[in-house]
């Protein structure tokens, strides 16, 4: 009986070399939040938003999605910050400890950071603010990366946060 080989996975589509015009577009700016370039650096990205209505959950406080959305979007905006030419990268898991609640009319302050990038993992933490320094969430979380050719391994980083 003949083998089937499966289909591989899809890779995620390589990110834009500039990062500013990727911050203008995907699924955290469909929901309200920018990345903020100028509070950014490599290997450190924030993300900011205003709290509306539409994020509101039924008890009226922030959706837990909004907060690990914008975490993700933080957290991942540093691994993409620091990938060599050809690289790509995609969450591979996501904790998120919810610590406060934020209500309509908040801004949420996101900021994302490279614990250690290894050849094909990034380890990232990242923080979620209100508007009045209190803290709201902090996550954990892994990306994968993808080399540019799928037939040898990942370089080693070359560029650390």
């Known amino acids: 009986m003949a083998r089937r080989t499966r289909p591989s996975d899809p890779r995620p589509v390589a990110p834009s070399p500039s990062l500013s015009r990727a911050a203008r577009q995907g699924f955290h700016h469909e929901v309200g939040f920018r990345v903020s370039l100028a509070e ?12 509306e209505t539409r994020h509101l959950n039924i ?6 999605g909004v907060y690990a959305t914008i975490l993700d979007t933080a957290m991942g905006a540093s691994v993409v910050s620091i990938l ?13 400890e919810f610590l406060r609640a934020a209500r309509r009319g908040d801004t949420l302050v996101a900021r994302g950071r490279i614990q250690r ?10 923080e979620l ?3 009045e320094g209190v803290r709201l969430s902090q996550a954990r979380g892994t990306w994968y990366i993808w080399s540019p050719d799928p ?11």
């Open 84 to 96: 060599a030419p050809g690289e790509t990268t995609a969450t591979t898991s996501l904790y998120v």
């Open 151 to 161: 037939d040898r391994p990942a370089a080693a980083a070359r560029r650390r946060p």
């Open 117 to 126: 990038r290894g050849r094909h993992i990034a380890f990232v933490e990242g």
């Open 59 to 64: 008890n009226g406080v922030v959706h837990g």
């Open 40 to 51: 950014s650096t490599p290997g450190a990205y924030t993300v900011r938003g205003r709290v």
């Open 129 to 131: 603010w209100g508007a």
